[in-house]
């Protein structure tokens, strides 16, 4: 059974950085990973997903030139770099795994998803 445990979130001031970790138990190389979030009273959302090697990655368009998706398949982990932070990112962020060599977008295109880590940007 794959594990996914997120790490990293909090509380920062708009403007602000935050860099969340994603840690695999087990080995990561063969597996697309991506990063969603949901706000209170919404749908959990698609934020960042990247390939297998890290050689592809694909955003949102809310967060793009924002935030950074990267993966080290050596550590099994895989990072969301969230920079220029505005209220509006604030969510629980999970960070989820599939089998599969390319990029995966939706939700339901995923088996494994971490617990979530809260990130709050204030005003």
């Known amino acids: 059974q794959v594990q996914l445990v997120e790490s990293g979130g909090g509380l920062v001031q708009a403007g602000g950085s935050l860099r969340l970790s994603c840690a695999v138990s087990?080995?990561?190389?063969?597996?697309?990973m991506g990063w969603f979030r949901q706000a209170p009273g919404k749908e959990r959302e698609f934020v960042a997903a990247i390939n297998w090697n890290g050689g592809t990655t694909h955003y949102v368009d809310s967060v793009k030139g924002r935030f950074t998706i990267s993966r080290e398949n050596a550590k099994n982990t895989m990072y969301l770099q969230m920079n220029s932070l505005k209220p509006e990112d604030t969510a629980v962020y999970y960070c989820a795994a599939e089998v599969h060599p390319g990029i995966l977008v939706a939700v339901n295109s995923y088996d494994y998803w971490g617990q979530g880590t809260q990130v709050t940007v204030s005003s």
């Open positions: 087990g080995r990561i190389s063969s597996y697309a």
